[in-house]
């Protein structure tokens, strides 16, 4: 008798297996098993359903499809009795890179090019320090004008003081931190010197396993739960030597802002959430609570969080940096970046983070060329006018908008008009939508599945458990409509290197060219960085977005570092928390 969830989802799979295309012919099958509880599905239930979906089959072919219905039953029944760790992949790994791609990829490795070490001078309150950005904190602490211990300890400090308002902090991780500060300052004093990381204080979000501390994805069943080991990331900063502090809150299960500690605030304005799942990272990056964090974004939750918060956040290319150690909602569209307080910030974190692991084989080998002296009058540079043209924008961040085009043009920098490709039949939220939960069913069948009752965002749930009613074809399907829109993005993107959009603000001020931007260049992998660009009517922050082309992070960086020391709008930092 067909009693658990996992029957139910076994049950709709077989309909996908056996060519029945409408999602709707096994839903109502599957109420009328539900609120009869046969021992065996008959041949008068499937006519029933299949007249309410509009379906009709000759008793031949009920008889075929009830043998299939009945007989495949028990095998996916057996199936789901095998656990299968949300760290358990499949085996197969999207690629962002189409087959006859007009785009190269410059797999030549110049060496490092950071910019001249800034000048940097021990303020006399340390505090004043907290805002500056990694590249000026490295040379105090190259120079050893300030101990990395001194630095963890007044980073400790503020997360203590503030995050009770913001509640951007999960787990402090201070023994450890305090080990690696230590660790820091005696290298340092002996002339082992790592890099402008080596003593930096940062954070991640608690997506990531951290040997000896909780991992929680923000999820009620999980506040307890040690995994024991480093994501791969983790383990490259450690050997970069940077200072972790603390694990940074994430929207329960990486949806929104909300987990079981409440919601993550923005400290720019305190009457709202810090927005996108990266919650945590972007309010404490903006409110001088750690150096730098990491990130992750599947549909958004790197841009939004930093574009909320006016931080500068990095989005990689997808396949730049090794998911390895952190929760999985959708291996082909997975990313994990840096949220900073500069461009070239993110420049530094990513170079110690990109590459191949040999544990995330969707991860390739494709070096960070970065150059902070790239000539940027070289950038074929493009700017979406139709997304610039948006009415429904406040008439502040209109202004920002179009002050920014103009700073940038100042540069001498020629912009170009390009669009972005046309929607498909299925709208691209829509389509990514069914990508994240077609891969997320199978990834959080934990909780959601087995423990729903303890979580707080019992929407989440909802949604989860109707995408299962997605069939396999239907899935495919959509992979295959990404397929052609990565096509266009390969051709648009062959004639240019960076393009200009306004940032998402999905939820405030709708732009709809920004919102289809933002779900298009997560389903073709594009990288993507937000930087802070003038403030609205309200105060907050506002901000733009640069696209690059596939692995082409340095360019786009360039272009971003060269608009952001033209202004000095990464340089504001919310009052309340100075």
Known sequence: MMRTFSDRRAFLACFSRLGIASALFPTVLWARIEEEKPSRVTREMLRSAASVAGQSFTDSQLNQLMDGVNQHLAEYNALHKIELD?????????????????????????????????RATRPQNLEDAAFWPVTKLAELVRSKQVRSVELTEMYISRIKRHNPKLLCVVTLTEELAMRQARA?????????????LHGIPWGIKDLAAVKGYPTTWGAAPFKDRIIDADATVVSRLTRAGAVIIAKLATGELALDDVWFGGQTKNPWDLSMGSQGSSAGPGSA???????????????????????????????????????HGFMTLSWSLDKIGPMCRSVEDCALVLNAI?????????????????????????????????????TQQTPQVDANDHAALEKIRSLGVNLVEVALPPEPALSVSALIT???????????????????????????????????????????????????LMQQMARTMSEIDVYLVPFDYSDYTPNPVATLNTSLTNLTGHPCVVVPHGFNEKGDPTSLTFIGKLFGEAEMLALARAYQQATDWHLKHPKAFS
């Open 86 to 118: 949300n760290s358990v992949a499949p085996p197969f790994y999207f690629n962002p890179v189409v087959p006859g791609s007009p785009m190269k990829i410059d797999r030549s490795k110049p060496s490092f090019q950071m910019s001249a070490p800034e």
């Open 184 to 196: 820091a300052d005696q290298e340092i004093a002996a002339g082992h010197y790592r890099g402008p």
């Open 285 to 323: 990056t903006a409110a001088g609570l750690v150096g730098f964090s990491i990130g992750t974004e599947t549909g958004g939750s790197i841009v939004e969080p930093s574009g909320i918060c006016g931080v500068t956040g990095l989005r990689p290319t997808f396949g730049r940096v090794s998911r």
């Open 354 to 390: 990109q590459g191949p692991d040999d544990q995330d084989l969707s991860v390739a080998d494709v070096p960070f060329n970065w150059d902070a002296k790239l000539d940027i009058h070289k950038l074929r540079v493009g700017y979406v006018k139709a997304a610039f043209s948006n």
């Open 434 to 484: 069914a990508i994240i939960y077609g891969e997320g069913n199978a990834a959080l069948k934990d909780p959601v599945e087995t423990r729903p009752e303890r979580l707080v965002r019992q929407d989440r749930v909802v949604h989860q458990n109707s995408f299962r009613l997605l069939p396999t074809v239907e899935y495919l399907n959509a992979s295959r409509v990404r397929t052609q």
